[in-house]
């Protein structure tokens, strides 16, 4: 065997032990084929180490016959060796505008939606893609210039999930090499050439230069990169156990609370996880850091998907969902009722002066009322509270003083009876009259 093609053998017979375990001969693959030399080559590196492979091939039809050509050349290879081949077209353009989204995302998505399809429809144990050294090197700088932080800079992952890239310590033109020795058809894609779109530009343009003015720019961002990669991964793992102590789901969304950390230098870095997670610009993620280094609070981020995320001294509430406005009428007869805070129970009784106690109100009512309703807060809402003289106090303040988040807030029931709060339970509890005659006594519960 050319000693060439044997090092590019052995180099990739490693890579699949790392990826795919040790017996990855034992293993099913679909094979992503573009028809490029890097998807060709990798095609015959896995039938030259033993592996079981399907083909998966798209045509976006955005080239005319020259899309067609790599379709046909795609079957007729590959059926004559007896490997499976399957193939979709998509009306690319079309979906594209109709999503309206760019070409190359919506092509992106196309393509994976179908892999995964198909691995599991015919249970393929991975997803095998051509990406290669020069690829990794090309995104690092994409990503550079779009601030994608940390996490854009350390490259393309050689695994993710079901997909693997046994390629990236190969580069372009030892793919193209292999191929070439080897005598392994493969069409190049002529909109490669157009540098309007970002990666071509970076391909055809940045690179070239770069490398001219700084001799192996290609290798030195390589080993940058693995820097990078390391002190990645040695801080997201301490970022991820300290996450798995501080975030608390709720039923419309999580609140990230921050002074539950026992590490609070990893504060910025915490909170950069979270909140990229949940769609949120870099530049947005940086006022949210700033804020809570402050202890401000109600900074209040949307994301790219509508949730929000508000600061509050040192959490952060996200929500992902719409939070209702709660309104409901308690008829004034023993019964309970199941709310959104709990189990609101009432019965009559007799002895008015009874001590209760802190989830407990006794509520003197006229004989001819027949309901109290229980609410959100609405804008204005006051209380006369017992301990202010009689005088009234703004919800408001109440919830200010108490604390309450944002998300609290919201949910915070209030009983309101003849358009007055008598009770914030937890909070706040109204002057009572009961000196009447005509009044009737019940005792409010919540469980």
Known sequence: MNPYIKHLSQLFNKSMRSLAGEDYRNKSYLVALSAGSDSMALAQLSIMNGMKIAIAHCNYMLRGEESNGDENMVINLFENLNIPVYIKQFDTKTIAHKEKQSIQLIARKLRYDFFYELAEQHQFDFILTGHHFDDKIETFIINLGRGSGLKGLKGIPPCNGKIIRPLLSSSKVDLLSFCKILHIPFRDDSSNLDSKYKRNFVRNEALPLMASQFPGFKENVGVTMNII?????????????????????????????????????????????????????????????????????????????????????????????????????????????????????????????????????????????????????????????LGMNGSFQKLQDVYTNAKLDYLEKRLQPVFVKNSGIFWVPGLKRSQRNINSDHCVVYILEIS
Not at 256 to 261: E, G, N, R, Y
Not at 353 to 368: C, P, R, W
């Open 229 to 385: 990669n390391e002190y990645y991964k040695y801080v997201q793992k301490k970022v991820e156990a300290q996450l798995e102590i501080c975030i608390k789901p709720h039923d419309y969304g999580s609140k990230l609370l921050l002074d539950s950390l026992t590490d609070k230098e990893l504060t910025p870095f915490i909170v950069r996880e979270y909140l990229e997670k949940r769609t949120f610009s870099m530049s947005d993620i940086d006022d949210m850091i700033h804020a809570l280094s402050i202890n401000k609070s109600g900074i209040k981020l949307i994301g790219k998907d509508g949730s929000i995320a508000i600061s509050d001294r040192q959490k952060i509430i996200y929500i992902n969902k719409e939070i209702p406005d709660f309104c409901f009428d308690l008829n004034l007869k023993d019964g309970f009722m199941d709310l959104w805070f709990g189990r609101v129970t009432i019965r009559k009784v007799e002895d008015e002066t009874m001590k209760i106690g802190e989830n407990q109100y006794l509520l003197n009512v006229s004989k001819l009322e027949e309901k109290i309703i229980i609410r959100s807060k609405h804008d204005g809402d006051k209380i006369r509270s």
